[in-house]
């Protein structure tokens, strides 16, 4: 089994800024990928990137987020960051990091097993 623990949640204005961290403890060797999430108030879950934690670090992002948002990871500090740039209103949500041990389902949701707490990130003026 995996732990996940989120920081660096917290508020944003529009257009600005945010990375949040995971640091990852446990038992890493059957991972595939470590992915972001998020949930917003009366939606659903939605992917929102990953990054495959031993083969090169292959990644992967929602449409929503391509060209804004980066995934990183140290897997040998056990890390993975999500760099949050030109944030929108629409991006507000609870940010959860999560394992997935399903080789090339990095963007499905429902492969991940293995859920941090969550971080929550607000955007307002």
């Known amino acids: 089994q995996v732990q996940l623990v989120e920081s660096g949640g917290g508020m944003v204005q529009p257009g600005g800024s945010l990375r949040l961290s995971c640091a990852v403890s446990?038992?890493?060797?059957?991972?595939?990928?470590l992915g972001w999430l998020r949930q917003a108030p009366g939606k659903e879950r939605e992917f929102v990137a990953a990054?495959?934690?031993?083969?090169?670090?292959?990644?992967y992002y929602a449409d929503s987020v391509k060209d804004r948002f980066t995934i990183s990871r140290n897997n040998v500090n056990q890390m993975v960051w999500l760099q949050m740039n030109r944030v929108k209103p629409e991006d507000a949500a609870t940010y959860y990091c999560?394992?997935?041990?399903?080789?090339?389902?990095?963007?499905?949701?429902?492969?991940?097993?293995?859920w941090g707490q969550g971080t929550q990130v607000t955007v307002s003026t």
């Open positions: 990054i495959s934690w031993w083969d090169g670090g292959v990644t």
């Open positions: 999560a394992a997935t041990r399903e080789y090339n389902r990095a963007a499905d949701l429902h492969s991940y097993g293995d």
């Open positions: 446990g038992v890493t060797g059957s991972i595939y990928a």
